[in-house]
């Protein structure tokens, strides 16, 4: 049990925990929503898989470059509304009208054009996505000094993001909807609107309502000028090198790219399994079951798994927490192999909760963790601090990962010969992407556990480090 009893002044408000929350909600809605429309891009509008996973990967590695630059941007920034929440209100604009527009598909239109349409407004769509989510993962870090109240609201924002993945799989569903839209290409238009309204309303909640430190104790900010562009430019290399030298951080982030990506690489073999092998490739008999699948899911990770994930964060530390819940989302991942039975098809539910502990405690935990270690970067390395910059880095890992996991995800559908034009799939197509379905998580979590195993930083390490800063610069 924890010996630290939390300060009130480290508490943050239920307001800014609800509204940093909602920006994390949206910030989880946007790529839970592009992978049922992207799914659709092969469904409705006929395009090869391997086209539509490069449409989810190229740009997320623009993405994933321009992340350290905006989280320099952003840790340098200073302005009466302060570092991070101007850029949050600017990126969800830019985000949410891109979004819209980007799903405005005709279907009479071939998939070469459909292809480059959607690349190009991709590329603005990333653009804005990090001008929003950079700085809204460096204001996380910095709402608090605690070590547990940390995880706390790390847990929060992440029970409240989980809702975005009760939606996504309605929105699978809600589009194949005769009853509701004539055509699933129509589904697809409207539902992008509905869906980029939504985000947008989200994502500006942080900035309205969220409080930034007191910038008066910080120290060592650069000038953001191009005039200045050279010597930015450097300190920035600089700043990633130091934070790329911290060995903790290195764990956290290879820890991250290994369970996050594993998951990515099958997230949608699900959908293909549920429909084409338990259902045979029938839409109308598979129902709702996929939609239900999925918002279990969900709703498991929301209720069940993070707030357990948070009281034993709590108990046991940070680390052992995320080696105890990775260890048992392999169970459940196995599970998969004789939970999806064509013969007993609610047995797919049986191996949910399992799994959940995989995704539920990663984000809680390693971004409660990161924080930490943003503080052991200022004691080791001094002003400025580097919020912004951590997360843009620790994005940019998992981005980079997240665009060859698509990739792969990809090539996998490839190579077991998915076709699809077919309106059922070979017996053999469907064992060999089950096979893979199993696999590639389990081993991805085998080695996240074994990269963790080591990692150092504990409650009674961080509260040092904290003292000896305070000690130093006061607090801020």
């Keep these: 049990m924890s010996k630290y009893k939390t300060a009130p002044e480290d508490i943050v408000p239920i307001v800014q925990k609800f509204a940093f929350g909602a920006g994390n909600l949206a910030n989880q809605l946007f790529p839970a929503a592009l992978g049922a429309f992207m799914y659709y891009l092969v469904v409705a509008y006929k395009m090869d898989p391997l086209d539509a996973a490069l449409l989810s990967s190229i740009p997320r590695l623009m993405d994933a470059i321009t992340d350290p630059i905006m989280g320099y941007i952003t840790d340098n920034t200073r302005s009466k509304w302060g ?3 101007p850029y949050i209100f600017l990126g969800a604009f830019i985000t949410g009208i891109t979004f819209m527009i980007m799903w405005q598909l005709n279907p009479e239109d071939s998939s070469a054009f459909h292809f480059w349409y959607i690349l190009t407004l991709s590329f603005v769509f990333y653009i804005g996505y990090t001008i929003f989510a950079t700085p809204l993962i460096g204001l996380g870090y910095e709402m608090t000094s605690d070590y547990n109240e940390r995880t706390r609201l790390m847990a929060s924002s992440q029970i409240i993001g989980q809702i975005a993945w009760m939606i996504a799989p309605w929105i699978w569903w809600v589009i194949a909807q005769p009853n509701i839209f004539p055509t699933q290409t ?9 869906t980029g309204l939504v985000c947008l309303i989200l994502a500006v909640l942080p900035a309205l309502l969220c409080k930034e430190i007191d910038q008066t104790n910080l120290t060592g900010q650069s000038e953001l000028s191009f005039s200045a562009l050279k010597e930015n ?3 920035l290399f600089k700043g990633m090198k130091e934070i790329l030298m911290n060995l903790e951080f290195l764990r956290v982030c290879g820890a991250t790219f290994l369970v996050f990506n594993g998951f990515q690489i099958v997230a949608q073999f699900s959908l293909f399994i549920i429909v084409y092998y338990m259902f045979n490739g029938d839409y109308g008999a598979a129902g709702q079951w996929p939609a239900w699948y999925n918002t279990l899911a969900a709703a498991s990770t929301m209720f069940i798994v993070i707030p357990i994930i948070t009281k034993m964060a709590e108990k046991w530390g940070k680390k052992n927490a995320f080696l105890i819940s990775t260890s048992i989302s392999i169970i459940g991942y196995t599970m998969k192999w004789w939970g999806f039975n064509p013969d007993i098809v609610w047995l797919m539910f049986i191996q949910i909760p399992f799994m959940s502990f995989g995704i539920g405690g990663l984000f809680t935990l390693m971004m409660s963790m990161t924080a930490d270690l943003c503080d052991l970067d200022e004691l080791n390395n001094g002003m400025p601090r580097k919020e912004g910059t951590f997360g843009a880095v620790y994005w940019l890992m998992v981005k980079i990962g997240t665009a060859l996991a698509l990739g792969i995800s990809g090539l996998i559908l490839k190579i077991v010969g998915w076709d699809q034009n077919a309106a059922t799939q070979t017996m053999e197509t469907l064992t060999q992407l ?11 979590a085998g ?4 990269v963790m195993w080591n990692y150092s930083i504990s409650e009674e390490r961080a509260n040092q480090i904290r003292k000896q800063l305070v000690a130093r610069r006061g607090k801020l």
């Design 83 to 85: 570092r991070r929440k």
């Design 186 to 194: 129509q589904g697809v238009r409207v539902v992008a609107v509905i």
């Design 233 to 235: 430019l450097s300190k």
């Design 434 to 444: 089950r096979i893979a379905d199993v696999i590639v998580p389990v081993v991805t």
């Design 447 to 450: 080695l996240a556990v074994l």
